[in-house]
């Protein structure tokens, strides 16, 4: 479909409107950096509604905000500023990884880890290292004349491909995590056909806290390979409590191989799929026994 159907076209700079429009009757269609949005309505496989409500300017939505025992990443926040973010270099390097790997620099200087997450798409690249953080996302909405708030772990906001439990009232305004203690190590591993501008074929993100040579509380998730991002808990179980040793990669990368779920399609196989999961398997923790 094509902008012609827009009727009103919003830019509010404040939450409340912004809040009250998608609570109207045929609600309104978002947009933050429209990288996602606009390709699908050209498409036709995804058509806008009456209302065009634009949140790139609503005042709290945008950032990097260390909130001591936490870290709020708003939900316009730019994939470009989780990139060049010092604090998320220090305390979550994998989502730093990932957002060099994002797309082009112009996508990811308008690309926003809301939009990211909304998509909701099997390959997204954010989701996977928020995965291995535990993060949440925030969902507010206008109901009887107030703003209700509430929080969904990520891990089950993911229903199938563009489909999340986000309710159509409801516009996602923040990604909340734990900040990590010490010990925590991540990493994040992509590969796809091109180095840029390339849906991944398969992505891997690892966290965890080393103490004592020794895993503990082991994140592992996986994209493209299940009709959503997902969380690997055979590997997890595999490396949890265990040092990095031969035996638990090698129990961790048979097990990784069982979480995932591959199908072919026009992008590889199920079989490459499932041999680039081992492959990455067994490198991040490599690096992860070396480092």
């Known amino acids: ?21 998608l609570a109207l009757p045929g609600g309104a269609t978002v947009l933050a950096g429209g990288t996602d949005l606009a390709p699908q309505t050209e498409a036709g496989t995804r058509r806008y509604a009456a209302q065009l409500l634009n949140i790139r300017r609503v005042e709290g939505l945008a950032g990097i905000r260390d909130e001591g025992q936490a870290i709020r990443l708003g939900a316009t926040t730019t994939v470009s500023e989780i990139r060049q973010s010092a604090l ?13 790997r994002f797309a082009s620099e112009q996508i990811r200087n308008a690309a926003t880890v809301g939009g990211n997450l909304c998509n909701a798409s099997p390959a997204s690249d954010l989701s996977p290292p928020l995965l291995v953080l535990d993060a949440e996302v925030e969902l507010c909405s206008w109901r009887g ?46 590969a796809g056909p091109r180095p840029a501008l390339e849906i991944s074929t398969v992505s891997l993100a690892l966290g965890a806290r080393l103490q004592d040579g020794r895993l503990q509380q082991v994140r592992v998730a996986l994209g493209s390979v299940a009709p ?64």
Do not use: C
């Not at 998320?88 to 060099?100: D, G, H, M």
């Not at 159509?168 to 190590?185: H, I, K, N, S, Y």
């Not at 199920?270 to 690096?287: K, P, S």
């Open 228 to 291: 959503t991002p997902l969380r690997a808990r055979r590997a997890e179980a595999a490396l949890e409590g265990r040092a990095l040793d031969e035996a638990a990669i090698a129990a961790a990368v048979a097990a990784a191989a069982e979480d995932a779920r591959p199908i072919d399609d026009v992008r590889a196989s199920a079989w490459y799929r499932g041999h680039l999961v081992r492959v990455f398997m067994e490198e991040v923790l490599h690096d992860v026994a070396e480092n």
């Open 88 to 100: 998320l270099a220090q305390v979550a390097p994998a989502l730093v990884q990932a957002a060099e």
């Open 145 to 190: 004349n107030a703003q209700h708030t509430r929080r969904l772990p990520l891990a089950q906001f993911f229903l199938a491909p563009g489909r999340t439990l986000k309710e159509p009232d409801e516009l996602l305004t923040a990604v909340v995590f734990a900040r990590p203690g010490a010990g925590f190590v991540s990493r994040f591993r992509k």
């Open 1 to 21: 479909m094509t902008t012609s159907t827009v009727q009103k076209y919003l830019a509010p700079t404040r939450l409340e409107p912004a809040l009250a429009a």
